[in-house]
């Protein structure tokens, strides 16, 4: 966390360990690559300049001391949370978003370029030439005949835009095969997750009765969908200490109930599980009661100790006696998990696909000094079930005239399609407009149907996960 006041300018920046991925990248977004002696000093590089809110670290494994700047640091002007489609899998890469008050609290008018992590606000508008006041609101007159705002300010439009200069204002456009308003750009053909240019997922809707409610969830799991702490956490505990257990223990003070993730060491107590012994048989275990999807694992190493786990592997069982391990798809072989390289970073790694269970064994593989660690689990109670991919587009032209209602004869309505009685299905529907349902009452006989839907409430963003909204109908 960064809150520093130089140059004459305040500055704030949360990098909060949710947003730290391993072996993961953003791409397209770098606006500056630098060399840096830690990751540390990647993050302060970050806060000094005011248009990167993520970054990328590669760290030099042939490096062992950090007197001199040999890992890289690649700076970003993006964060995973509108641009999923732009993390890619990279091993050698560590990914560290910021919060971006941009990305949801933005009132910046006018063309003008949204700033992270300034003010109270968390974020200032810095207005485009003509412009000025808190969020460059007011226009004033000047004289330039010839200024060309995408000449003088670059990087005013995404990188898969072209900027146009107009009279006193300057216009960003998508590239072919992008979609987006011109500062922010997904790729149409790679991403089946389209962002909207109020920030809102493609909508899925699970109509029930018409007229009635409707079930929202996003299009596919995103990073932050079904990414709820599960409680190992110190501070929670949602977890209780009976849930916890471990092949062995060095003593008293380095029990399995210290392996939760922030624990500190205190009087006698160890900052963190150690193991008996350093062998491939060793394993911290969480017992979660019920079946749960699993998405997410968070590490860290001993806490006040040069202690950690540098790589797993996990196991999973529905009743805590016949245990599988973990494998990608197509692998015939256990998948092995990067884990930390000091006592006290966070590592998150994601769990792709999910895994549904009610016992999680971690089993490192290869350790710093002896196996001592702390960990969280991260996932949510429901399934991520495949029938989200699974979903009917609903798009023809005559659906006003496909259904009839018994009530109401020659009106139609979609009630013909599953109520709560039958299987759910998912359907995505198209029209004119392309899949963004309106926020506004619409009023009858309008968008080519009797009754109109429209969303009771704001869209759903990725970082609000799964949710539920209710759909109202004009009548």
Known sequence: YFNLYTLGRERAMLFPDYYFFAERRLVNHTIETRKVKNLDDCELLCYLNDNCVSLNFKKDPGIISNSFPSHI?????????????????????????????????????????????????????????????EHCENVFCFVHTHFD????????????????????????????????????????????????????????LFLELCMRY????????????????????????VIKDAQISASSEWDGNHAAIQGRLNFL???????????????????????????????????QGRNADNQWVKKYRIQYSDDGVNFSFYQTPGQNFPKEFIAN????????????????????????????????????????????????????????????????????????????????????????????AGTKMPTKRVDAYHCSTIWSGWLDGTHPTMEDGEVYRKICFSD
């Open 73 to 133: 640091c690649e700076l970003n002007n993006a964060t995973h949370l509108k641009h999923d489609s732009d993390l890619t899998n990279d091993a050698f890469f560590y990914y560290r978003g910021s919060k971006n008050s941009c990305d949801r609290f933005s009132l910046c008018q006018n063309n003008a370029t949204c700033l992270s992590g300034f003010t109270i606000k968390g974020y200032r508008c810095l207005c485009p030439p003509g412009f000025d006041g």
């Open 149 to 204: 705002e995408c000449e003088t300010y670059p990087g005013l439009c995404h990188v898969n835009a072209t900027c146009v200069n107009t009279r006193g204002s300057y216009v960003c456009t998508c590239k072919p095969r992008y979609t987006g308003d011109g500062r922010n750009c997904t790729d149409t053909v790679n991403s089946l997750v389209t962002q909207m240019q109020d920030h809102a997922n493609i909508i899925e």
């Open 214 to 237: 409707v079930g929202i969830n996003s299009l596919i799991p995103t990073l932050t969908a079904c990414l709820a702490p599960l409680g190992m956490d110190n501070k929670s505990k």
């Open 265 to 299: 060491a205190h009087q006698r107590k160890k900052g963190g599980w150690s193991a008996k012994n350093n062998n491939l048989n060793q394993w911290i275990q969480v017992d979660l009661l019920t079946k749960t999807t699993v998405t997410h694992m968070a590490t």
């Open 341 to 432: 390289q000091d006592s006290n970073t966070v590592v998150l790694q994601q769990i792709h696909p999910s895994m549904k269970a009610r016992y999680i064994r971690l089993l490192p593989t290869k350790w710093h000094n002896h196996i001592s660690m702390r960990m969280e689990l991260y996932g949510c109670k429901g399934t991520i079930g495949k029938s989200l991919k699974n979903y009917k587009i609903l798009n023809e032209n005559d659906r006003k005239n496909s259904y009839s209602t018994p009530t109401n004869g020659p009106e139609s309505c979609d009630d013909q399609l599953p109520t709560e009685s039958d299987p759910a299905e998912w359907y995505r529907l198209m029209g004119d």
